[in-house]
Nanobody
Framework: VQLQASGGGLVQAGGSLRLSCAAS????????MGWFRQAPGKEREFVAAISWSGRSPYYADSVKGRFTISRDNAKNTVYLQMNSLKAEDTAVYSC???????????????????WGQGTQVTVSS
């Protein structure tokens, strides 16, 4: 499967953005999806993940209550709605996919075999 992330940009603190990740070349509903981010000089960090059906979203503590992951299997797209953005949310956001759901490791980059190219999110304070 190929993944294409979009929707990043520059936003003021407190603002919102919605990221999209469009999938092609595979049966989208058979993939679990995740969002990760990487800030300059830092390691890649888990943001959110969602199971095949979309009924089980998981979030990093740092974004819980502010970000919402969702998916539309008819449109082969996963979304990340980001509200109440903070300067520390600034990073390159990447979407990831895998056929397997690792209930004990969904927050590890190594649990995903497919990655998109990333989209830059910059939050100004």
């Amino acid at each position: 499967v190929q993944l294409q992330a979009s929707g990043g940009g520059l936003v003021q603190a407190g603002g919102s953005l919605r990221l999209s990740c469009a999938a092609s070349g595979g049966t989208f509903s058979s993939y679990v999806m995740g969002w990760f981010r990487q800030a300059p000089g830092k390691e890649r960090e888990f943001v959110a993940a969602i199971s095949w059906s979309g009924r089980s979203p998981y979030y990093a503590d740092s974004v819980k209550g502010r970000f919402t992951i969702s998916r539309d299997n008819a449109k082969n797209t996963v979304y990340l709605q980001m509200n109440s953005l903070k300067a520390e949310d600034t990073a390159v956001y990447s979407c990831a996919a895998d056929r397997k759901w690792y209930s004990y490791a969904y927050n590890y980059p190594g649990s995903y075999g497919y990655w998109g190219q990333g989209t830059q999110v910059t939050v100004s304070s």
